[in-house]
Structures are given as structure tokens and as C-alpha cells.
């Protein structure tokens, strides 16, 4: 059986490159036949005609089809290799754009940090990196990439955004580690700066969903304090510098004792958001001497 065939009960077919075959070799005899007919008379010529053009219009437009496919088939490839060349174009691009967006951030928050490092001129300051924090949300304590080489040591506050973050709790060679003050063991005393009046500001993490956290032990007899008011270390702390930022008067209320009001306070800081920090180097006892 010949292998173009099929077996018997199925479709008979031949494979396209067979067709073409048999299809060129026709014409080439045809086209022979024709170059002969010199020698025969003109009725077999004109059977001849009859014969020949059919299959000579038949092999052109098989040409034509198969010259229109090869063409496709290129202008196919190239618009393959053109979209993949757009595919790796927009990869490069979307990287880029990528880094830019994070250039811009780090942009935005070196300047934040260096306004912040002129409104406290009068101290020495080093730069810090985050490098790890805490479980949660909330940058209560975290990891800088700086250390006792660079000079920090203990009780060493820490500020960003605007104001105080925090102070060093713990120190290594090249990393120290910072409890902020919305830790919930962080305890600041604080002053209001309109008034001078002191109070104490602790730490509540379950507060800062709110962006929150509290003030107590203030005396204000005058009723001066209001909502707004600055809030910021004051002189008799023994471990923070004094006049940092902590924040702003939230809200005030009248404790039961009549003699002191407790209320919240918003942070200075965006503890959700920190990144870089700077380092007061200048300890409280030294200020003080």
C-alpha cells in the first residue's frame, strides 16, 4: 500500500507536499506538450489549449496562495519578535519606575530627617537605618545599623519625623535596638509647651490603631491646656533630652481626684511608617553638666 494512502473505509487524502509534487510535475509536461504543438495540426492544438491553461491557472493561483501564506508567515514571526521586545521594554520600564518611586520616598524622607536634624541644631546626631523590628504593625522597639563603632550607647534618644521616637535600650558593635514611646512599657515625662505644666506620657499600642496615646498626672489648675496643645519632653526627665516633640493634646478630661486631668495624645512620629532615624549622641547627664 503506498504510504500516501490511507487504509480502506477511511477519508482519502494526500498530503500537501505530494499534491504540490504532482501538480509541478503536470505542469512541466504541459508546458512540454505545449512547445511541441508546433508539429501537430490545430485541432490538436486547440485540445491541447483546452487542456493545458486550466492547469496552468490552477498551478498560478497555488503559487499565488502559497507566496501570500510564506508572507504571512513571515509578518507573523516579526510581530512575535516585535511583541516580545514591548514585553521586555515594559519589564524594564515597570523596574525602573519602581526604583524611581522608592528613590523619591528615600528622597523625601532624608529632607524630612535633615529638617528635623537643623530644628535640633544645638545636638550631635548620626543616621540610622532600620533594619528589623517587632511583630505587628507598629514599630514599638526595632533594629538600627549602627552601633557602639558609631559611637551610640545606651539611653541614647532617638528621633524622626518631627519628633522623639524612642531611646536605645540595648547596643552591639554595629546595631543597636530601639524601644519607642508607644511601647507599653515606655514611660516619658513630658510638658505641655504653651503652659509648662508636666504630665506623663505612656505607651499603648492597643491605642495606636486610633494613632493615639496617653498623658496623665497633669496639672492644670488654670484650665489652660487645650486640645492642640504641643506636648514635649520635659526638663526633669533623666533619660530624654528636653523640648523634643512627642505630639499633641488629642483630647483632655478631668480625673476623678479633681486635682489632675489624663487624656490622649497624637505622636509626632509616624510609627507605622519609619525607615531611616537619627540618633542624638549627646546624653541627658552631659546637656545637664
Not at 493561483?61 to 513571515?74: A, D, H, Q, Y
Not at 551610640?152 to 519607642?180: E, H
Request: net charge negative.
Amino acid at each position: 500500500m503506498s504510504p500516501v494512502l490511507k487504509r480502506r473505509g477511511e477519508k482519502f487524502t494526500i498530503p500537501g507536499k505530494y499534491l504540490l509534487l504532482i501538480l509541478t510535475i503536470l505542469c512541466v509536461l504541459l508546458m512540454l506538450v505545449t512547445f511541441g504543438t508546433d508539429v501537430f495540426n490545430r485541432p490538436l492544438n486547440t485540445i491541447v489549449g483546452y487542456a493545458v491553461v486550466p492547469f496552468q491557472q490552477g498551478i498560478g493561483k497555488v503559487g499565488s496562495w502559497l507566496s501570500s501564506r510564506s508572507e504571512e508567515l513571515v509578518q507573523i514571526r516579526t510581530l512575535l519578535e516585535e511583541n516580545a521586545r514591548l514585553k521586555e521594554e515594559v519589564a524594564a520600564l515597570t523596574e525602573e519606575n519602581t526604583l524611581l518611586q522608592q528613590d523619591k520616598y528615600e528622597l523625601n524622607e532624608l529632607r524630612e530627617l535633615m529638617a528635623l536634624s537643623e530644628q535640633y541644631g544645638e545636638y550631635h546626631k548620626v543616621g540610622a537605618r532600620i533594619i528589623g523590628r517587632d511583630s505587628g504593625n507598629w514599630f514599638s522597639s526595632f533594629l538600627i545599623d549602627k552601633g557602639t563603632e558609631d559611637g551610640l550607647a545606651l539611653d541614647m534618644n532617638v528621633i524622626a519625623g518631627g519628633g522623639l521616637v524612642g531611646r536605645i535600650t540595648s547596643v552591639g558593635p554595629n546595631w543597636a535596638k530601639v524601644t519607642s514611646i508607644i511601647s507599653d512599657n515606655s514611660n516619658v515625662s513630658g510638658m505641655t509647651l504653651s503652659t509648662g505644666d508636666n504630665l506623663m506620657v505612656s505607651g499603648d499600642l492597643k491605642l495606636m490603631a486610633d494613632g493615639c496615646i496617653t498623658f496623665s498626672q497633669l496639672m492644670d489648675s488654670q484650665n489652660a491646656v487645650v486640645e492642640g496643645d504641643k506636648v514635649v519632653t520635659s526638663d526633669i526627665s533623666d533619660k530624654f533630652l528636653p523640648n523634643i516633640l512627642i505630639g499633641y493634646i488629642n483630647s483632655i478630661s478631668r480625673d476623678s481626684n479633681n486635682l489632675t486631668k489624663s487624656g490622649l495624645i497624637t505622636p509626632a512620629v509616624d510609627f507605622e511608617h519609619l525607615s531611616e532615624v537619627l540618633v542624638i549622641t549627646d546624653m541627658k547627664q552631659s546637656v545637664g553638666e
